[in-house]
């Protein structure tokens, strides 16, 4: 695992020095702890940080091929880099070493930039291939130098470039970008709107204008011609409606997940388990116990305070029934102290609260084990997510007339308004859910969350910005992801897997646990599992509309797994109590940050807009702890980046 960045002067003329490659590579330290390299080649310079895994004496980078003129840096594991090698070797190639890295370089002679089809595994890596176009069979140009940017399929690792005038400039996070005096730090206004209403930045876009990201499935190519960028890999092309039946599919996964699991084992360092308490970290969890010999070190953590809703309980159970070495945390953290260390790792504004503890646990696991394998993206694959159940209720909904908006309006009205009763709490989700039922699926999916709505987002900016994003939507973003003919849950797991899961949760998997020098290795997002995942029927993911009908297909193929009391359980998200934090200790941290003075000097949000909101939250009338988050990091972020 690693971080790499570089620059490409494809059409300057200009020469890389060290001393650029040293400054940017500095900034990724916590990336790689073990090791760093260089390549400097006039117009190109490549760099990278280590964090040794695989080959530990030999896994040094940039790793070239036998004469050279092939030169790559990889932040990533490969897991069939051994099959690969042998096929590779038989083919004649020589290796110097026993990385996984070297691998791809090899692979790259034989196939060009499509060898990222060979490849099981998370990545994101570049090669420069100093040869003449003509030695190539698959162009006859005769310009030297090539440099290609390759980005996995699911999006597990990340990827950034910048474009200032003839140069390209890369780096797996934007801080080694930013670096460049070249590159700008004028914000991207409709990068900002998108983050209020989905409390991070969807690919392509950045918070800079002048930074892109690399999506998922995605590979860059850069020459003296420019640059290009296209599609390799698309999840929508997998769904097909001809669907594999129920008892077909048990079988399957059960075989793709325990395979999954097996073979991110590999490693040369101590490697352990992030234990949640959930269905999905705990199914990890006990099919590692079936496959080590040695006990599986597991990891938890829970907030302190009966305002935090800890699953340490349901964690330690299954570490019980399956003597795990247990190491459990449990943190009383000081947000005030936190946020700054949080928004710088995350590079750009991300107000996805459960950063926090995830933060938290990378740190605290980081002296016992360099690898954790982790139950993230079960949800989105499985269907585990409450707005799916909304879904499945918004859609018999809409038989009814639009008249029973109106009857059942007026009668939750009677229902009292603060949140602090159960009554005021039900006014709140039903009138949600009224809100919502009827709208496209790209404002239902947003309606279900917590974050802005189109309406209120917009009066939150000020005239003058308001004029940078006048034709932008949010719901008009996502819906663009979608195909026809899909049912409204099928719409729902198409959105999370194409914008959600690459773009919040792998970015706060990396970037959290990076931040302590621990690689997350993720295996229900396991590709083979995710391509089948894809020809699965939703009614058959989610059979009915009660809460014990979600991940149905995880809970029947693993029930001999997971003791029954953990296994019929209903899921429970981390809860991070933002409500009562900034209700309390961190109130008047809240109202400094946010104050109206200082929203007025930052001049993008409507100082009255954001007072009214913290105002509502105070008085209870509104729980608005994540837009008061989403404000507060991006303030903290502001005085950071940009002050």
Known sequence: MCGICGVFEFATGQTVTLKQLERMNRTMVHRGPDDSGHFLNHGIGMAMRRLSIIDIAGGHQPVGNEDEKIQIICNGEIYNYRELQKVLKERGHRFRTQSDTEVIVH?????????????????????YDSRPYAERRDQAQTVSGRLFLIRDCLGKKPLYYANPGG?????????????????????????????????????????????????AGYLLECDANGIRVRRYWNYVDLVDEQYVPEQEAVAEIRRLVFAAVEKRLISEVPLGAFLSGGLDSSLV?????????????????????PEAHNELP???????????DHHEFVAKPNIIELL???????????????????????????????????????????????????????EAYRLFPRSTDSVIGGLISLLPVHLDSGAGRLRGRISRFIANARQGSGQRRL??????????????????????????????????????????VGHEMLMDILVWLPDEMLTKMDRMTMASSVEARCPLLDLKLVEFMARI?????????????????????????????????????????LD????????????????????????????????????????????ASNRIYALLVFEIWAQEYLD
């Open 537 to 577: 029927d939703p009614k058959i993911k989610i059979p009915g509309w009660r809460a014990f009908h979600l991940k149905h297909l995880l809970r029947r193929t693993f029930s001999d797994l997971i003791p029954q009391e953990l296994l019929r359980r209903p899921k429970h998200g981390f809860n991070v109590p």
């Open 447 to 488: 309606g279900w969350t917590s974050g802005w709505q189109e309406s209120e987002k917009r009066a939150l900016f000020t005239p003058d910005i308001r004029l940078f994003f006048k034709e932008t939507s949010t719901p008009a973003f996502l819906e663009r992801r979608l195909t026809n003919g899909r049912d409204p």
């Open 285 to 305: 969890v006990a099919i590692m116990s079936q496959l080590k010999e040695e006990r599986v070190k597991t990891f938890s953590i829970g907030f302190e305070g």
């Open 167 to 215: 140069t390209l400039i890369f780096g797996s996070e934007l801080k080694p970008i930013l670096q460049d005096p070249r590159v700008s730090r004028e914000i991207d206004y409709e990068a900002l709107y998108h983050y209020l209403s989905l409390l991070m930045v969807p690919a392509p876009f950045t918070i800079f204008k002048a930074i892109r990201k690399l999506p």
């Open 580 to 623: 009562v934090w900034f209700r309390n200790a961190a109130r008047p941290f809240v109202e400094s940050v946010l104050s109206s003075g200082q929203v007025k000097r930052r001049g993008i949000f409507e100082p009255t807009k954001v007072s009214e909101l913290l105002e509502n939250h105070w008085s209870n009338i509104v729980n």
């Open 107 to 127: 692979l790259y002679e034989e196939y060009g930039p499509d060898c990222v089809h060979h490849l099981d595994g998370m990545f994101s890596f570049a090669i």
């Open 314 to 324: 349901f964690a330690r159970a299954l570490a019980k029934h399956y003597h795990t």
């Open 340 to 394: 700054p260390e949080i928004v710088h790792f995350a590079d750009e504004p991300f107000a996805i609260s459960s950063s926090i503890p995830l933060y938290l646990i990378a740190k605290a696991a980081r002296p016992h084990v360099t690898v954790v394998l982790t139950g993230d993206s079960g949800d989105e694959l499985f269907g585990g997510y409450e707005h799916y159940l909304y879904e499945r209720w918004a």
